[in-house]
């Protein structure tokens, strides 16, 4: 039996085990070609979205070379967690890599025909779970568990020996330039990055400007850890990054090449963060965007002038009696200490929230007040709050971190308010996505603006960033939940009924009404009351005069019924 396995995204890392798990059960594994222009061309009608990255883009062109080998079925598992190697806060993916084979499930049927494809969620990074989850996502094959329980056990010491192996040759090559004093490329950037139709022969270029090339995955084991990282490091081959770029940092004749995508949120958080633990040694930052366009003229032009520097900075290491160079700024050794948010600082601080949902918070800020804090809800965010958050975020950052960050750095570049007096809070999801990072472009805004002394306060229900002055009782909890759920409740409500209202303004008034009561009389929080006032809402909002002939027409348009 042929199992085809798509040579994309996360299986350039996960790839040896799946070969060797396969094989161990007597199964032919078939690996896709490399990228090629042909191949994403050919698929290109099955991409339902043009915003995702390209190394998503090209997995649609895999995808049909497999469907058209003749394989028994295809091979390409959800994988939320990455390799538990020097990741501090948590080991995701990103949730492209994540997620990916469900769109592909749900977009190329008709290229997949009868060829079955299974894309099980599987917690690859944890063995004790893998065996069953696989006894269940190949409840299709005729597989015993104690087989699938051997072959997962040599499948996962073929993945740590490739990895051993690897790091090992590059601790000895590394070794070596730095005695020859070559100067070398760090490679960074993602597995998939290996991919030449991904790369576009960026490693090919650089030796043939005569330097040499390694990647961040080898190199990694060789950095020293970073007690204080400013981003929240969550993802695995992020991780990767910051222990290369600390390791780049202070070895003579390295540098580091970062490659990302563009569009790409998470690089947005991890760029900046490399950039920091460079520069903090006077090592650049060398960042290059690739999609599917293959023109290397600029990319050659700026490896040319990072190579002119880095053989300056040789033959100066070189030569003891050269002249120092004037340095104009003198950078300090990379650190980030978070501000601490004290008891006493909660009796006389005040803190900014930003405006996220003028009819939720509404709700909330009574609940926030509740709790002995000075806190005060920032108005709606303005276009010039876009535009201060567009001068302190990344340009690759999403609208919403855009918009929050803005919010809160225009407050205190207002003057309004003693920034030594003076905290901001913000939201964190505790997931994959770079939600949980908008803190850590908070902190960068923040340092760049010359207010690193503002204390940050995190909202999340995953117990993170703890704050003693800051502390989410139970209570809490509960009043905040049931602000939000009021809020969606009356918001659905008056969504379904002003387009149908008879009397302009009725619905609005409602909502005003029940806004009132509700901030008058959520602080007490009680589960009977709380089921009362939501009966009370829907049936306020279903009494409420409305034009029926209009409603009634608009939904036959809908369904098509004339």
Known sequence: MRVGIPRVLNMYEDFPFWFTFFNTLGYEVILSEYTTKDQY?????????????????AVHGHIRDLANAQVDFI???????????????????????????????????????????????????????????????????DLKKKDIAKAVDLAWE?????????????????????????????????????????????????????MAVLTEDGVAPLGNDIKHLRVVDQWSYHSRLYRAAEFVSRTEGFQIVELNSFGC?????????????????????????????TNLGAVTIRLRSLQSVMERSLRR?????????????????????????????????????????????SLLEPVLKNEGYDFEMLPAPTRDDIEVG???????????????????????????????????????TGGGCRATNYIGYLRKALIDAGMKQVPILSLNASDMERQPG???????????????????????????????????GSTNALCNYWLKKLRENITSASLRQYNKYIKEIIHDFDNLPVNKDVQTSRWRRRGNLR
């Open 470 to 504: 800051f502390k989410l009782t139970k209570g809490f909890l509960h009043r905040m939940i049931q602000a939000v759920v009021y809020g969606d409740a009356i918001m659905q409500c008056v969504l379904a009924t002003r387009p149908y209202e008879k009397n302009p």
């Open 317 to 361: 290491h070189n030569n003891p009696e050269a002249p120092e160079e004037v340095v104009v700024e003198e950078l300090p050794t990379y650190d980030y200490n978070r501000v601490v948010f004290t008891e006493e600082m909660r009796k006389t601080y005040k803190i900014l929230v930003p405006q996220m949902s003028p009819l939720h918070f």
């Open 390 to 428: 567009l001068k302190y975020i990344n340009n690759d950052a999403c609208y919403p971190a855009i918009i929050v960050v803005g919010q809160l750095m225009a407050a205190l570049l207002s003057g309004k308010y003693d920034v030594e007096k003076t905290a901001v809070i913000i939201s964190q």
């Open 265 to 293: 949120g998470l690089d947005s958080i991890v760029a900046d963060q490399v950039k920091d633990i460079l520069s903090a040694n006077h090592k650049i930052h060398t960042l290059l965007k690739i999609d599917e366009g």
């Open 158 to 210: 073929e993945q740590e020996n490739c990895k051993a192996s690897y790091r090992e040759t590059t601790k000895k090559t590394v070794s070596r330039l730095v005695a020859e004093q070559i100067p070398t490329i760090v490679l960074a950037g993602r597995p998939y990055h290996l991919d030449s139709g991904i790369n576009h022969g960026i490693p090919e270029l650089i030796t043939a400007l005569g």
């Open 41 to 57: 061309n050919k698929a290109i009608d099955t991409i339902p979205s043009d915003t995702a990255c390209y190394p998503a883009k």
């Open 75 to 141: 091979w390409y598992p959800c994988v939320q967690h990455g390799p538990k190697e020097f990741s501090r806060d948590n080991n995701y993916h990103c949730p492209m890599v994540i997620s990916y084979p469900e769109l592909i499930k749900n977009n190329m049927q008709d290229v997949l025909g009868d060829t079955p494809f299974h894309a099980p969620f599987l917690p690859l990074a944890d063995k004790k779970s893998l065996v069953p989850a696989l006894v269940k996502a190949l409840d299709f094959l």
